[in-house]
């Protein structure tokens, strides 16, 4: 069974800073691009973030470019997102999801793409 275990969400104050971790087991992690994807209330689901295979590429987002930094670990089929200095518009759901892809690609897929994903963890962020 392929599990996707996202934590690491709370409450913070802007201007704060979380560290999201996303455990994988059943699939071949270093197979799978990794995604981090959020959804605010009553808005649509953003694809913030995703990291290639070796973790060389990494796309992000805009919105949080220089504040958000995602990583991961192949040995412990962990995937993290640092996020730092935190708004009040990160307030959202954060998913992360797996994609089966050949080699390390350089661009965003679309969350349709993503084969697995997470539960969700719920980051709240305070003005």
């Known amino acids: 069974e392929v599990q996707l275990q996202a934590s690491g969400g709370g409450s913070v104050q802007a201007g704060g800073s979380l560290r999201l971790s996303c455990a994988v087991s059943?699939?071949?992690?270093?197979?799978?691009?990794i995604g981090w994807i959020r959804q605010a209330p009553g808005k649509a689901r953003e694809e913030i973030s995703c990291i290639s295979l070796s973790g060389g590429n990494i796309q992000y987002v805009d919105s949080v470019q220089g504040r958000f930094t995602t990583s991961r670990d192949n040995a412990k089929r962990t995937a993290y997102l640092q996020m730092n200095d935190l708004k009040s518009g990160d307030t959202a759901v954060y998913y992360c999801a797996a994609a089966f892809t050949f080699s390390d690609i350089r661009y965003f897929i679309t969350p349709s793409q993503y084969n697995y994903w997470g539960q969700g963890t719920l980051v709240t962020v305070s003005s």
């Open positions: 059943g699939l071949s992690f270093g197979d799978y691009t």
